[in-house]
């Protein structure tokens, strides 16, 4: 069981705006430690989409954002692509594991 | 350009002995804490040890303590995992990763531990 939790599963049309959940715990993202999301597709390591719980790394679209609110994130996509249907991860760090905790991954069907 | 070239994946028998590395290039790694993730497949990334980036702060997580141990040259800017006593459980591919604002990773590689 992770120790961040996501939906194992979300869709949308091409064009729609999906939401991914990540919900920790007050060792990780509710004792104010940021958020990571990362993207990958099957095979290749994981890309970074959302750092510091906000912020975008140069050459991810403003399609993807990020946002925290107490021991949860969400990572929102707006004009949904087909290129986006890849595996989701959340990450954060965790006090009590002195270390990093990982959400199961969400895996996200364009349909 | 950063980049983390893991190495020394391979087939092990349960019970054996491995050594990965992580050649790191493109950034002062002495400055960095690095870390090990690793992913069985068909699964998620979990997180297996890190290190400090004068090596003297260790942490690992609970399914390897004493089994795994996490190491660094910072004069060959280069990251390593030895692993022992592997179990079937511990066949996955291992990434490295600088602890860097966004985080960067290698490629991976992929470890089996099957008989």
């Known amino acids: 069981q992770s120790a961040l939790t996501q939906p194992p599963s979300v869709s949308g049309a091409p064009g729609q705006r999906v939401t991914i959940s990540c919900t920790g715990s007050s060792s990780n993202i509710g004792a104010g430690f940021d958020v990571v999301w990362y993207q990958q597709v099957p095979g290749t390591a994981p890309k970074v989409l959302i750092y510091g719980s906000i912020n975008r790394p140069s050459g991810v679209p403003d399609r993807f954002s990020g946002s925290k609110s107490g021991a949860s994130a969400s990572l929102a996509i707006t004009g949904l692509q087909a290129e986006d249907e890849a595996d989701y991860y959340c990450?954060?760090?965790?006090?009590?594991?002195?270390?990093?905790?990982f959400g199961g991954g969400t895996k996200l069907t364009v349909l | 350009e950063v980049q983390l070239v893991e190495s020394g994946g391979a087939l092990v028998q349960p019970g054996g002995s491995l050594r990965l590395s992580c050649a790191a290039s493109?950034?002062?790694?002495?400055?960095?804490?690095m870390y090990w993730v690793r992913q069985a497949p068909g699964k998620g990334l979990v997180w297996v040890s890190r290190i400090n980036s004068d090596g003297t702060r260790i942490n690992y997580a609970d399914p390897v303590k004493g089994r795994f141990t996490i190491s660094r040259d910072n004069a060959k800017n280069t990251l390593y995992l030895q692993m022992n006593s592997l179990r079937a459980e511990d066949t996955a591919v291992y990434y490295c990763?600088?602890?860097?604002?966004?985080?960067?990773w290698g490629q991976g590689t992929l470890v089996t531990v099957s008989s």
């Open positions: 493109g950034f002062t790694f002495t400055t960095y804490w």
């Open positions: 990450q954060s760090s965790d006090s009590s594991l002195s270390g990093w905790v």
């Open positions: 990763v600088r602890a860097s604002v966004a985080t960067d």
